[in-house]
């Protein structure tokens, strides 16, 4: 007579034979009731993976119309297998997709791919940002000096890819008669929520590195100096400007210098 199985090792094997088809599960401890154990798992098996797959799918339709359906759902089966969810909400579930998408011999042919993942999940993440309230004027703003910082909206993200990232999530879901040509070049790609939707715009290297430090908490002497080591005409003032036309700056802070440690003695 085998030991009854404690609530959590149960739990535990139900888990693994819901990712795993391989694995026999609890079946002993499953109540039929004119289906056996093992079908009633292999329906709670499909059940799952094309609930998450869709989900997956929702959330990567750029990545799923450049690789087509049989390649992506393999890859979303193996997806869930590595990085099971622990939640029923599924909207952290593709976190890591782009990472494992890395892993895949299959997407040699596609180098780009986990690179538009992330924009697909950023926008997602565009998305379900929290709102702020946009300051409408910046007399306060003191672009002279490095006494301040400049806080940004919640929803602005920022990605900086060596392939023309944008160019090919647009192309997949908007395909033309044209054939597109990747000529090499990468793309610096900001995002960011504008009348409940995602708004995307490619950036120049020095606009890029002057917001990617105001994100960081940068001061404006320091996010200036930043931009300028990529083009030393940038202008502080436009990229400014252009964030605020936007509704993208939420404050305007003193900027603290982070706290040095002393030095211990040893």
């Known amino acids: ?36 154990p093992e079908a009633r798992l292999h329906i709670y098996r499909n059940s799952c993976n094309e609930i998450q797959t869709s989900a997956l799918r929702t959330t990567y339709p750029a990545v799923l119309a450049l690789v087509g359906e049989a390649f992506f759902d393999q890859s ?3 997806y869930r297998r590595a990085h099971p969810s622990h939640s029923g909400n599924l909207q952290a579930f593709g976190e890591t997709f782009a990472e494992y ?13 986990p690179d538009v993942a992330r924009l697909e999940w950023l926008r997602q993440q565009t998305v379900l940002a929290p709102d702020s309230q946009p300051i409408d004027l910046v007399e306060s703003l003191d672009t002279s000096g490095g006494s301040q910082r400049i806080v940004l909206h919640p929803s602005l993200h920022l990605l900086e890819s060596r392939y023309p990232v944008f160019t090919i999530w647009h192309y997949a879901l908007q395909p033309t008669s044209t054939r597109l040509v990747l000529d090499g070049g990468g793309e610096s790609v900001v995002l960011w929520r504008e009348d409940g939707e995602v708004a995307m715009a490619t950036l120049d290297p020095a606009s890029f590195a002057c917001i990617a430090a105001f994100a960081h908490d940068y001061s404006l ?11 030393p005409d940038f202008a502080l003032v436009e990229c400014v400007e252009s964030l605020l036309q936007r509704r993208l700056i939420t404050g305007i802070k003193p900027f603290v210098a982070p706290r040095k440690e002393p030095p211990t003695c040893r």
Do not use: C, K, W
């Open 76 to 78: 979303a089966r193996g």
């Open 101 to 113: 998408l890395e892993t895949l011999t299959g997407g040699r042919s596609f180098p780009y791919l």
């Open 1 to 36: 007579m085998h030991a009854a199985l404690s609530l959590s090792e149960l739990q535990q094997q139900f888990m693994a034979a819901l990712y795993d088809a391989d694995v026999p599960g609890p079946a002993t401890s499953i109540a039929g009731n004119g289906l056996a």
């Open 221 to 231: 002497d320091d996010a200036q100096a930043a931009a300028m080591a990529v083009d």
